[in-house]
């Protein structure tokens, strides 16, 4: 998966719904054949783009603006030359075809808000790293669910989608997502060649999370919930 900066991401996310005078449920892909696709969704749009839009200038993103409004079939000529002179970016192997990079805008939190307050109230706005919700997996014939993950090699926070729900009270995705920042912050020590992610300082830090005790009880009480039993 490519490395791309965060700050874009929230840079489309505001700017899109702004230019386009309604929501925008923005996905970033890393398609390798729809480089746009727009459906209606609710009162907006659900709009999924390639990640060459990451580096959009204002022409081409008022351009894009437009297309979504007017549901016309093709593309104006910015956005083609746009995709045209971008077009080395594109995935040449057809195997990973329409694979997510980045989506954190779900039904009900939007991880980059999230991540924005978790950053500002306890790592004085300094990790800067991506986060998307997971893939929609079945979780069913499962005891465990894998709530959230950070990859090393990627850098890149992952929350499962069965935390997207109404019944997910804001303070458990935030001590979740401060978790896996603490991973991005702490980084992965290697210990006679294991993997040592959960160190003592690592535990001391996430019991700074103020809703630590309420998020591990909340955790026990609605795992068989989030299982879908
Ligand atoms: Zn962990």
């Known amino acids: ?124 706005n300094e990790i800067d790293c991506p986060i998307t919700w997971g893939a929609n997996r079945k979780v069913r014939n499962q005891n465990s669910i894998k709530l959230a993950s950070y990859s090393d090699r990627t850098k890149t926070i992952r929350v499962h989608p069965a935390l997207d729900k109404s019944y997910v009270p804001k303070y458990v995705i935030m001590g979740i997502v401060y978790h896996e920042m603490l991973h991005h912050h702490l980084g992965v020590e290697h210990r006679n060649g294991r993997k040592m992610a959960h160190t003592t300082r690592f535990r001391q830090l996430e019991a700074r999370y103020l809703h630590y005790h309420k998020l591990q009880a909340w955790k026990e009480r609605n795992l068989h919930r989030l299982l879908g039993r």
């Open 1 to 124: 998966m490519e490395k791309f900066n965060r700050k874009d991401v929230a840079h489309l996310q505001e700017n899109l719904p702004r230019l386009v005078k309604k929501p925008v449920n923005l996905t970033i892909t890393d398609n390798t054949h729809s480089m746009i696709h727009i459906r209606p969704s609710g009162s907006g749009y659900k709009v999924r783009l390639h990640h060459m839009f990451l580096e959009a200038d204002s022409e081409v993103l008022n351009s894009l603006a437009r297309f979504v409004k007017s549901r016309n079939r093709k593309a104006p000529s910015v956005l083609r030359n746009f995709v045209a002179v971008n077009s080395h970016k594109i995935k040449q192997s057809p195997r990973k075809a329409r694979q997510t990079i980045v989506r954190s805008k779900g039904r009900f939190f939007d991880l980059n808000a999230l991540f924005d307050q978790v950053n500002r109230e306890y790592f004085a």
